[in-house]
């Protein structure tokens, strides 16, 4: 069976060797593959672009999904003809359209908007942490002004501990902890915050010792500047101040997972509100 793609990762087309990628994992809208130390996700939910991805029609993933939980557990790169081939099923991307997951960083962007008409219509949604993204800001849920003081930290130990009690913490194939991480990271795509040494510690514990293989990839990506588009698509209405299409934005990005999406949110409304803080005090 050959399926045609519609869009297809730059990042991906420019990683691609002619080597085996092995399925790494099968879900209801698309799977996985294992390709040079990257999860790729092949498939479509909500025609969501994601880092190292390629989006196929809704009508094809059905398709392609039960090839592959039959028994497929590898594909070869063919990069002359642009295609993924495994015994069973061809993923054809020449003549699909180019994206990229790369976020370019505007100097002049500003924290200063109204976060509460901003975020206010999503303040109720329930986090994976049994809290609502309301109360977790707000700091109701004991927390956040710990690893808020650990933003701009040099002592390497405290950012480490701190980050213990995150990375990996809750369950799922993206920990709650990990998804709230993310949020506080693209926050920082936008508004340059975190220190070198929260960084660089994060960047230790972003291993499959303390987090899934999912979380990990989640990690790289975004330290390499690299976000679904919903993302990307949030910091551009910031830019051109569009409140109307940053909660189109929001809205999908709490379509992410089963609680992800809003673990997320709660990340980037707490990144913003302290990057925020921090402008009001210059």
């Not at 045609?4 to 002619?18: G, R």
Request: charged share 25%.
């Amino acid at each position: 069976m050959e399926v045609k793609a519609k869009q297809v990762s730059s990042e991906f087309l420019n990683m691609s060797k002619e080597e085996d990628y092995p399925v790494h994992s099968c879900f209801e809208h698309g799977f996985n593959l294992a390709a040079e130390g990257r999860l790729c996700f092949i498939g479509n939910k909500h025609d969501e672009l994601l880092p190292y991805g390629i989006l196929l029609k809704k009508e094809d993933v059905k398709k392609i999904r039960d090839v592959v939980s039959q028994g497929e557990t590898s594909f070869c790169m063919d990069q002359e003809r642009q295609r993924l081939v495994s015994s069973g099923l061809v993923i054809d991307f020449s003549g699909a359209q180019v994206f990229s997951s790369r976020y370019q960083k505007d100097h002049r962007m500003r924290p200063q908007m109204s976060l509460d008409r901003i975020f206010g219509f999503i303040k109720d949604e329930k986090t994976g942490f049994g809290d609502t993204i309301g109360q977790i800001v707000s700091g109701k849920c004991g927390n956040i002004e710990v690893i808020r003081n650990c933003f701009r930290s040099r002592d390497k130990e405290v950012i480490c501990h701190i980050l213990k009690k995150w990375v990996g913490y809750g369950p799922g194939l993206t920990p709650s902890g990990d998804d709230f991480l993310l949020g506080i990271l693209f926050a920082d795509e936008m508004f340059s915050f975190l220190g070198d040494s929260f960084k660089a510690e994060l960047v230790k514990l972003a291993d499959s010792r303390y987090t899934t293989d999912v979380s990990v990839n989640q990690y790289f990506c975004a330290l390499q500047h690299l976000f679904s588009k919903s993302f990307l698509e949030f910091a551009n209405a910031w830019k051109e101040r569009q409140v109307n299409q940053m909660a189109e934005s929001l809205k999908r990005i709490l379509l992410f997972g089963h609680t992800s999406g809003r673990d997320i949110a709660a990340g980037l409304w707490t990144g913003i509100q302290y990057a925020e803080d921090k402008w009001r005090q210059l």
